[in-house]
T-cell receptor, first 113, second 112 residues
């Protein structure tokens, strides 16, 4: 019974394409996040939604657009993919903000060629 | 200065010894501190949280917090080869919308 699930697990695509990653949590958490982990393992926040409302939007290129249709789902759409977008993207959720730690999804390894 | 700093390692410890992982943070207002373990190719997994000064023990793991020195550490007693992983320190940044800020991680290898 997966708590935070992401699809797809792997994504290989050409530069210039548009792709989406989906995330769903069944923990009843109010807050969901997108993090990017680069090749050096550094995890950096991109976006956060609290009960469908965007509350954190870090300095991310506007080619990245998150959408939260309801508090259990958070998707990430990326337009005009670039080589530098290659990374592992993690979805996470938490009960209230970050004060209780996050539960992470299994990650989506995006490779842009 | 990075918000959360860790020694990236690699840190190599013999099996059965104590592994000591350290982390410093810059925001004095931070209230919640976490250690995550990440195996290669897997997602981060929460192993310890600590909210007040002092030590918190859970099995072979002990988290230590010193807010005056802005320092968090994780001790792993009786280290096992299965403890080999990257350990990520995370600090909850309390201003505005809360978020976890991560350090760059310390790669730990336990040698049999």
């Amino acid at each position: 019974d997966t708590a935070v699930s992401q699809t797809p697990k792997y994504l290989v695509t050409q530069m210039g394409n548009d792709k989406s990653i989906k995330c769903e949590q069944n923990l009843g958490h109010d807050t969901m996040y997108w993090y990017k982990q680069d090749s050096k393992k550094f995890l950096k926040i991109m976006f956060s939604y609290n009960n469908k409302e965007l509350i954190i939007n870090e300095t991310v290129p506007n080619r990245f657009s998150p959408k939260s249709p309801d508090k259990a789902h958070l998707n990430l759409h990326i337009n005009s993919l670039e080589l530098g977008d290659s990374a592992v993207y993690f979805c996470a959720s938490s009960p209230h903000g970050g004060g209780y730690g996050y539960t992470f999804g299994s990650g989506t390894r995006l490779t842009v060629v | 200065q990075k918000e959360v700093e860790q020694n990236s390692g690699p840190l190599s410890v013999p099996e059965g010894a104590i592994a000591s992982l350290n982390c410093t943070y810059s925001d004095r207002g931070s209230q919640s501190f976490f250690w995550y373990r990440q195996y290669s190719g897997k997602s981060p997994e929460l192993i310890m949280s600590i909210y007040s000064n002092g030590d918190k023990e859970d099995g072979r793991f002990t988290a230590q917090l010193n807010k005056a020195s802005q320092y968090v550490s994780l001790l792993i007693r009786d280290s096992q080869p299965s403890d080999s992983a990257t350990y990520l320190c995370a600090v909850n940044r309390p201003q505005g919308a809360q978020k976890l800020v991560f350090g760059q991680g310390t790669r730990l290898t336990i040698n049999p």
